[in-house]
């Protein structure tokens, strides 16, 4: 493991962040206000970053709401720490609580999946066959990996035996991510690392897991015996041109090859290779160690309900919500929070906390007889790890703005020990403070 505690040297620089963060969460906490009397019935799918906030911000503006959640998993994840975790700075304990502990007293929840879903009918189905009816319904189920799209690939495969990392499955292959991770930086090769071609949650993640390998190969004298290259399907290395730039910028600097327009396409373990469609050929590499991030969707329950576009995202299912209220274009008692939404930005945790106030606003307006006021701007927020104890803090809207929180204080360009420790130590207190409905 890496000592984090030997990287926190400057006492003053913590105590800038810590009076930033409690700024932070400030911003999005709710003031009291007089609750609003309904016996409505509201039904929560998921009970992730965005179900389980929604649940406790609710039982405080409504009185006498019946509110159901459900989520199949008993576990609930902090998957920002995935990346951590996939680090070697954190075991897999650090990502993993109880998803009951998370929710509110006076809801009810259903530690069951949707299975269905008739928004004509207004009626979900659990997995274990239970019928609930509602009367508004938010959509927040998160996405499904898509493992099976890589021919040749399965879970059972990850591990340093087999030079495979795939952090994003959850905390337990993180840990085993790291081994395998560890592993190659001690003994060299070739290194390949990329991202999906569809709609993802944190973007930045695949660059920087693929920075963090680079540097700890650095650190541990290894570096010239490894060698990185990371493709992408897209014909650029970060979505916002301005991130894009800056972060080609560090991988020319840091002798990181990089592809574009390269969609990984299948994996053979025996030969230890991996195949890319490109534009013109199909590509094969030898690798020594691959990390891999498979295509993400909707899950089947929602694509099935009617609930996605029907022009766009086709082959993902994304639910057509209204990119700044959230509230679903064709069914208006259903609002989406979090990654399911099909909007063009926003698969964060820290987008789901703007999305927060705004379904909230909407949702408990119409049961009061008001209208909603509050809009999504597409907030995004992902700490871009660069190194072991240094990130860039890069926050940016629909337009692709570039929106700082600490304006003047944090360089969303710089690679700075700050924005490393918004990741490291503020980003959790500040997403436990939002799952109580506080932030
Ligand atoms: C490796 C990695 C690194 C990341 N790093 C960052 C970061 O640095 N910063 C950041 O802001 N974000 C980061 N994220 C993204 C962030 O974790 C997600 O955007 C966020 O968790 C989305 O919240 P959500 O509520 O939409 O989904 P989730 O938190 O995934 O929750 C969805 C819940 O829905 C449940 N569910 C699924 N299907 C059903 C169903 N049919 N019925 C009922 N329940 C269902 C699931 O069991 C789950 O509990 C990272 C993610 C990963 C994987």
């Not at 309900?305 to 679903?328: C, F, K, N, P, Y």
Request: proline letters at 5%; aromatic letters at 10%.
């Amino acid at each position: 493991m890496i000592d984090v505690k030997k990287l926190a040297t400057s006492r003053r620089a913590f105590m800038g962040l810590a009076a930033g963060g409690s700024a932070a969460l400030a911003l999005g906490a709710g003031q009291a206000q007089a609750k609003v009397r309904t016996n409505a019935k509201i039904l929560i799918l998921g009970a992730g970053a965005g179900g389980a906030a929604i649940a406790n911000r609710l039982v405080e503006r409504l009185d006498g709401a019946q509110i159901t959640v459900l989520d199949g998993r008993a576990q609930h994840w902090y998957q920002p720490g995935f990346t951590l975790i996939a680090a070697g700075l954190r075991d897999a304990n650090y990502a993993i609580s109880s998803t009951e502990q998370w929710l509110p007293r006076g809801i009810t929840y259903i530690n069951e999946y949707a299975a269905e879903l008739d928004p004509e009918a207004n009626r979900v189905i659990t997995t274990g066959g239970q019928r609930l009816e509602y009367d508004y319904l938010i959509v927040s189920t998160g996405l499904v990996l898509d493992w099976d799209a890589i021919e040749g690939f399965d879970l059972g495969m990850v591990g340093p035996e087999n030079g495979i990392s795939a952090h994003y499955a959850g905390p337990e292959y993180a840990e085993t991510s790291w081994r395998a991770l560890d592993r190659f930086t001690d003994e060299g090769g070739v290194g390949v690392f990329g991202r999906p071609a569809t709609e993802m949650k944190c973007a930045g993640a695949p660059v920087k897991i693929c920075f963090l390998a680079e540097d700890i190969a650095t650190t541990k004298g290894n570096r010239g015996k490894c060698e990185f290259i990371y493709n992408t399907p897209a014909t650029n290395l970060f979505g916002v041109p301005v991130i894009h730039h800056r972060v080609r910028q560090i991988m020319d600097e840091r002798d990181i090859a990089y592809n574009y327009r390269w969609t990984l396409k299948s994996i053979d373990l025996a030969a230890k290779t991996a195949t890319f469609d490109t534009p013109e050929f199909l590509e094969t590499l030898e690798w020594d160690h691959i990390n891999v991030i498979p295509p993400q969707r909707a899950p089947q329950v929602i694509r099935d309900s009617g609930l996605a576009w029907a022009d766009r995202w086709t082959d993902q299912g994304w639910i057509e919500v209204d990119m700044q209220t959230l509230r679903h274009a064709r069914y208006p008692n259903v609002f989406g929070i979090g990654d399911i939404n099909g909007v063009p930005k926003g698969k964060t945790a820290a987008s789901v906390k703007f999305h927060l106030p705004v379904v909230e606003d909407h949702l408990v307006s119409e049961i009061a007889g008001r209208e909603g006021t509050r809009l999504y701007d597409g907030y995004t927020s992902c700490p871009l790890i660069t190194r072991v104890g240094r990130a860039m803090l890069v926050e940016f809207d629909y337009q692709d703005n570039l929106t700082p929180s600490f304006p003047g204080l944090i360089a969303p360009l710089e690679e700075l020990w700050i924005s490393w420790l918004m990741k490291e130590v503020a980003l959790k207190a500040t997403y436990n403070a939002m799952l109580r409905g506080r932030a």
